[in-house]
């Protein structure tokens, strides 16, 4: 059933869309549509956005003067199909482990056409790579196993519990952590599951995901706290926490931060916003509301230090 019509008449009607929000996450919880990343789209569509994200996580280590080659990768929400921890393997990655809160994995992964198209599309050495270290790539129906490990049902914040003793090379995310709800906790989980020359790019939406955008891309920032979080708090919504807590987390963590922001909102929504805006949303100032999209390439203070002398 396509769903995007009467999305479009609900989200032109802001009182309605509050209400229906609310009906989803307390009575329907389960019909769950959070990481569903290729929802929409076609193979050939899939296949490309998945490349475009794999491309985006060699790049930043390319960047920062790593590599992925031999790497042992922890990915944080890696949605409704592995396909991009499949093309880091295939680049060379010695294992990938991917950590969802929720258990996402859709049609996309489970009638494996996009696996089949990717591996198909990868050099000789990169596909023999790919299907020898996941013997499942070809038919999903087989359990996960080899290279790529898939943890569901755990939170940023719970990572060092659900990972044991395992050490990583480097983080990675994409559209992630901005549904990490006690960001400066998961952080801290994240970055004591990472060896000491570790780094990490992860680039976050700190945009309304659709939500009240009619009246304001920046709108959703003003609903009270706790209704907020009765309109989604079981689904994945956005936590709201602006660039600032993120900086703030990644340097408690001992992490140097390199920013690039993609996207930010104009001068008058955003004074418009800081108004009215909800404390939970922890802004120190209206500066704090303008990016919008932000990539973060972060790498251990104390690493890039020795490194200077």
Sequence with gaps: MNLEPFKRWLRAHPALEGVAYVLHNNLFPFVNFSGTSLRGLSLVESVAYIGSVAARYR???????????????????????????????????????????????SQAHH???????????????????????????RDPTRPIAGAITYVPGCTLEEAERALGGRLFDCALSNATLEHVRDVAGGVEAMAAR???????????????????????????????????????????????????????????????????????????VVERAFKSIDPAVRAAGVDDLRPLVVRFLLVRARQQRRGAH
């Design 59 to 105: 790049t930043a280590a390319e960047r920062m003067g790593r590599t992925l080659f031999d790497a042992e990768v922890l990915e944080i929400g890696p949605g409704d199909n592995l396909g991009v921890a499949l093309c880091l393997i295939a680049w060379g990655a010695r294992s990938v482990v991917c950590l969802d809160r929720f258990d996402c994995l």
């Design 111 to 137: 009638d494996g056409a996009i696996y089949r198209a990717l591996l198909d599309a990868f050099q000789p050495e990169e596909r023999r790579r790919a299907e020898s270290s996941c013997p499942w790539s």
């Design 194 to 268: 990472l060896k000491g020359d570790a780094w990490m790019f992860h680039e976050v939406d700190f945009r309304c995901h659709g939500r009240f955008e009619r009246i304001s891309p920046l709108h959703f920032l003003t609903v009270p706290d706790r209704l907020w979080w009765l309109m989604g708090s079981r689904l994945g919504v956005p936590n709201r926490l602006r660039i600032n807590t993120y900086r703030d987390a990644f340097a408690a963590a001992g992490f140097t931060i390199g920013e690039e922001v993609l996207e930010a909102a104009g001068a008058a």
